[in-house]
């Protein structure tokens, strides 16, 4: 009841994938991950009206049900959907998938990184057929949420200086919402030379990698005040301080990188006080994915959102181990993984 069978046809290899094998985010095993998924739709079940047969899909690994809390309130990207079942398991508590007789979970509720996919109708929604699936699926996770951290949560306005700590696919999705939002000036800060050099591709005034003090250039950049909004995009207790050092009084940092769940931040009790600076977590970009997505896809088709380019490397899905392995190394700004 309420669910949907889609022919996959490419997914993301997103750093929450590698958190969930790596035992970052606690998840039970076995498990089939990917969640940042476009596709087509094969079957629909009892009580499906949003989608039909033949759709061309993008999947959210946030459901929304339209009607609980959040839901009402105008975020969805906390839809209590998602805390219904056990993690791995479907809206019923149970699972689609088996091996041997062995329940297997799904991550989110989709486990996108197999050639079929039963996922929760509230947890997709159709897109113009013109759009590459591969391009789709970057909006499914990545994009939504580095864009939506600019556009939404901070967010970012015209004029204003920022600073993005971490340059994968999700730190260029936040440079690429910088830009798109007008700031005036934009600090990128990554240990890798190569993602500095996207990230200046990308819309960055200015890159700094480990051979400087980025804090103490980007203070210099700014007469000594710091820069209006800030973002943390790789989940370290130390780059949050960095970034937090580097935001003004008054100013922003918008916590968008996922850390481990025994890391820790400190605060000054005196000088978050006096400092006035605020710190703000970010789920998904803020996402409401019913109009999020089909607005992020058109700002593609208008040029103004770049999105082939962030694409390093595409894999079949019987190269997924490598795609992983890729992803942990640092090499990909993302790959993806294409189903023939």
Not at 31 to 55: F, K, L, M, R, Y
Not at 89 to 118: H, Q, Y
Not at 246 to 256: H, Q
Request: include cysteine; hydrophobic fraction near 40%; proline fraction near 4%.
């Amino acid at each position: 009841m309420g669910e949907v069978l889609v022919r996959m046809k490419a997914v993301g290899v997103c750093h929450s994938d590698l958190s969930i094998i790596n035992g970052t985010i606690p998840h039970p095993f076995p498990t089939v991950v990917g969640h940042e998924g476009a596709g087509i739709v094969e079957q629909i079940g009892e009580g499906v009206h949003n989608v039909h047969p033949g759709d061309h899909v993008l999947l959210s690994f946030i459901p929304q049900c339209g009607h609980c809390y959040f839901c009402e309130h105008k975020s969805p990207n906390f839809c209590l959907a998602a805390n219904q079942s056990e993690p791995g398991k479907m809206l019923d508590g149970t699972t689609r998938l088996s091996i041997n007789g062995r329940p297997v979970s799904s991550l989110f509720m989709l486990g996108n990184m197999a050639e079929f996919a039963v996922v929760p109708s509230i947890s997709l929604t159709a897109i113009d057929t013109n759009v590459p699936f591969e391009i789709a699926a970057l909006v499914g996770c990545g994009v939504t949420t580095g864009i939506g951290a600019a556009l939404k949560t901070a967010p970012v306005r015209a004029g204003d200086r920022v600073a993005i700590f971490g340059c994968g696919g999700v730190g260029l999705s936040v440079i690429q919402g910088a830009r798109i939002a007008g700031a005036k000036e934009i600090f990128a800060v990554d240990l890798s030379q190569d993602k500095l050099e996207l990230a200046e591709s990308f819309g960055a005034t200015e890159s700094f990698g480990s051979e400087v003090n980025a804090v103490k250039e980007i203070m210099a950049r700014t007469d000594g005040i710091g820069v209006d909004k800030s973002f943390e995009v790789v989940g370290h207790p130390d780059l949050v301080q960095q970034a937090l050092s580097a935001t003004r009084r008054g100013g922003t940092l918008t916590l968008v990188g996922i850390g481990r769940i025994d890391h820790t931040i400190s605060l000054n009790a005196l000088m978050m006080p006096v400092s006035g600076k605020i710190i703000k977590g970010c789920l998904y970009g803020d996402a409401d994915f019913k109009t999020d997505f089909p607005y992020y896809l058109d700002l593609y088709r208008r040029n103004q959102l770049e999105l082939e380019r962030l694409i390093t490397k595409t894999y079949h899905i019987d190269e997924a181990v490598q795609a992983i392995a890729d992803l942990e190394q640092g090499k990909n700004a993302r790959g993806v993984i294409v189903f023939e």
